[in-house]
């Protein structure tokens, strides 16, 4: 009876779709305590965040993503290497030295890193192929490492000390452990079952999303109350990075990749500060565990304005 109740409820918020992930942000900052006590939940979330995404892909559809190997590097090094500083660098020229540094440098962060976790996830409650999404933040954590020291100290302007090795590794720990996990499960449930769950997975995602939004979100609430401007203003330029990021995106990959254009674009409009700032070897300033928080606003309510402009390029449902 209970097992039933808890599908029925994960059904709905499935049926739901980018409505509940939006309204979730704002249930999370609302809660100030119970943020506190959900802070240490963050990595299991992004863990099981993409253990769904690995459950709900289209094998299929993967394996022709991946007979196409030379569109994958390309776009891969659009979203972790030219995007990034050409973003960086017009944000310098147009406000660089109005910007507080420890907001600088989470922005830095942000921009250096790879795609969030939930992107895939993300791109399947749009009714879009999750597939090259998948596969764009399985090489953008391949070329983390490389890319992202010396990416966020030219963003920055700054040193940016970063363990590259314990980020490759946590990363490798992370997405092959999570690909792991998803292989047992598909196999033991077998493709027919997963279909038929494939609206609860989407009310597990958009479960997911409330516990991470809950954690990341310890604190904020009360720099809101004690500087409100401030922290409206930080949201307004993470929209506005954000934005810049999905709309660039798309408009150079439109024409290439036609209806896959707009599922690259939420991945490389949305970033994973969380694996920089855990990889960070020192202590990261108030200011950018500040903007860690409330860039996650757009993370989570631009797919959902986003959700009449999927349906429009065949996704949706």
Same mark, same amino acid.
């Given at each position: 009876?209970?097992?039933?109740?808890?599908?029925?409820?994960?059904?709905?918020?499935?049926?739901?779709?980018?409505?509940?992930?939006?309204?979730?942000?704002?249930?999370?900052?609302?809660?100030?305590?119970?943020?506190?006590?959900?802070?240490?939940?963050?990595?299991?979330?992004?863990?099981?965040?993409?253990?769904?995404?690995?459950?709900?892909?289209?094998?299929?559809?993967?394996?022709?993503?991946?007979?196409?190997?030379?569109?994958?590097?390309?776009?891969?090094?659009?979203?972790?290497?030219?995007?990034?500083?050409?973003?960086?660098?017009?944000?310098?020229?147009?406000?660089?030295?109005?910007?507080?540094? *420890?907001?600088?440098?989470?922005?830095?962060?942000?921009?250096?890193?790879?795609?969030?976790?939930?992107?895939?996830?993300?791109?399947? #409650?749009?009714?879009?192929?999750?597939?090259?999404?998948?596969?764009?933040?399985?090489?953008?954590?391949?070329?983390?490492?490389?890319?992202?020291?010396?990416?966020?100290?030219?963003?920055?302007?700054?040193?940016?000390?970063?363990?590259?090795?314990?980020?490759?590794?946590? #990363? @490798?720990?992370?997405?092959?452990?999570?690909?792991?996990?998803?292989?047992?499960?598909?196999?033991?449930?077998?493709?027919?079952?997963?279909?038929?769950?494939?609206?609860?997975?989407?009310?597990?995602?958009?479960?997911?999303?409330?516990?991470?939004? #809950?954690?990341?979100?310890?604190?904020?609430?009360?720099?809101?109350?004690?500087?409100?401007?401030?922290?409206?203003?930080?949201?307004?330029? @993470?929209?506005?990075?954000?934005?810049?990021?999905?709309?660039?995106?798309?408009?150079?990959?439109?024409?290439?990749?036609?209806?896959?254009?707009?599922?690259?674009?939420?991945?490389?409009?949305?970033?994973?500060? *969380?694996?920089?700032?855990?990889?960070?070897?020192?202590?990261?300033?108030?200011?950018?565990?500040?903007?860690?928080?409330?860039?996650?606003?757009?993370?989570?309510?631009?797919?959902?304005?986003?959700?009449?402009?999927?349906?429009?390029?065949?996704? *949706?449902?």
């Amino acid at each position: 009876m209970i097992l039933a109740r808890i599908g029925a409820a994960l059904d709905w918020l499935g049926r739901q779709g980018m409505r509940a992930v939006a309204l979730s942000v704002f249930i999370a900052m609302a809660l100030p305590a119970v943020s506190s006590l959900a802070r240490p939940l963050v990595a299991p979330s992004i863990f099981l965040l993409l253990v769904v995404a690995f459950l709900k892909i289209d094998m299929a559809a993967m394996r022709v993503v991946l007979t196409r190997p030379l569109r994958l590097a390309l776009v891969t090094l659009w979203t972790m290497l030219v995007l990034p500083a050409v973003v960086g660098l017009a944000l310098h020229g147009v406000a660089g030295s109005t910007i507080e540094p *420890g907001v600088m440098l989470g922005i830095a962060m942000m921009l250096a890193s790879a795609p969030v976790m939930s992107a895939p996830a993300f791109a399947a #409650l749009l009714g879009l192929d999750a597939s090259l999404s998948l596969a764009l933040l399985i090489a953008s954590c391949v070329l983390l490492p490389v890319s992202a020291p010396p990416l966020a100290a030219m963003i920055a302007g700054q040193a940016v000390d970063i363990d590259v090795a314990g980020l490759a590794l946590r #990363l @490798s720990l992370l997405v092959g452990g999570a690909a792991g996990m998803a292989l047992i499960l598909r196999r033991l449930a077998g493709p027919a079952r997963l279909d038929a769950a494939a609206r609860k997975l989407d009310g597990l995602n958009v479960t997911l999303l409330f516990v991470f939004a #809950l954690a990341i979100f310890d604190g904020a609430a009360a720099r809101f109350w004690a500087t409100p401007l401030y922290v409206l203003t930080l949201v307004a330029l @993470s929209f506005g990075l954000a934005l810049a990021q999905v709309a660039l995106t798309y408009l150079v990959w439109r024409p290439w990749l036609r209806s896959g254009a707009l599922a690259i674009a939420i991945a490389a409009g949305h970033r994973n500060m *969380g694996v920089m700032a855990a990889a960070a070897t020192t202590a990261l300033p108030a200011e950018a565990w500040l903007w860690f928080a409330l860039a996650q606003f757009p993370i989570y309510l631009l797919p959902y304005f986003l959700t009449p402009f999927a349906r429009r390029q065949g996704g *949706g449902r």
